[in-house]
């Protein structure tokens, strides 16, 4: 119920609150410096030792380990939980999906390229692109993933695309691109 910001750094999570600076928990066993953690229903999902699952305590106390899995380090890309999955890319371009609850690997996917930026969810699928701007859009099924568009730019993508209104925007290094209805 209390509104925490979460500070990522090699030292690995501090969560603050906002209003005063005070540091309410930490998780002092390192993280990466590049991709970023990410929350899905009280669960902070932490690129450290692979992903470490962690649970945030009523007290200030360090925060419990849910579960850690060195099996799913991400490369460049962030993780991202959703669903009742968290998803991760390594520098190889896999794609892994596993269960939220215990980090159990439920399906790899193998996509062309090296990513950069971060895959990002929304109806059942996610959006990603790698740096030589070939979009993938992958359908999320529970035994595995499936590639449902591929498609090219043909510019350099570096960045996570976003949506907003239903429409789908990505930064090439020349222009800013938006898919929608």
């Known amino acids: 119920?209390?509104?925490l910001v979460l500070l990522q750094s090699s030292k690995g999570i501090a969560a603050v609150r906002p209003a005063s600076?005070?540091?309410?928990?930490?998780?002092?066993d390192g993280a990466s410096t590049i991709p970023s953690s990410t929350v899905l229903e009280n669960i902070v999902y932490v690129p450290s030792h692979g992903v470490?699952?962690?649970?945030?305590?009523?007290?200030?106390?360090?925060p419990e380990i849910v579960w850690q899995k060195g099996q799913l380090s991400p490369g460049t890309a962030s993780p991202i939980a959703y669903d009742g999955r968290?998803?991760?890319?390594?520098?190889?371009?896999?794609?892994?999906?596993?269960?939220?609850?215990?980090?159990?690997v439920a399906w790899r996917l193998r996509l062309k390229g090296k990513f950069s930026g971060s895959p990002i969810a929304a109806a059942g699928r996610l959006f990603l692109?790698?740096?030589?701007?070939?979009?993938f859009i992958v359908e999320l099924g529970e035994k595995a993933g499936k590639i449902a568009s591929e498609f090219e730019l043909k510019e350099r993508v570096m960045c996570s695309p976003a949506i907003a209104d239903g429409n789908l925007y990505v930064r090439s290094d020349r222009n800013l691109w938006k898919f929608g209805p």
């Open 1 to 3: 119920g209390r509104d």
């Open 21 to 28: 600076g005070e540091i309410a928990w930490n998780y002092g």
């Open 52 to 62: 470490t699952a962690l649970k945030p305590l009523l007290s200030s106390d360090a």
């Open 86 to 104: 968290v998803f991760t890319l390594n520098n190889a371009g896999v794609l892994t999906a596993a269960n939220t609850k215990d980090g159990e």
């Open 129 to 135: 692109f790698n740096e030589e701007g070939v979009g």
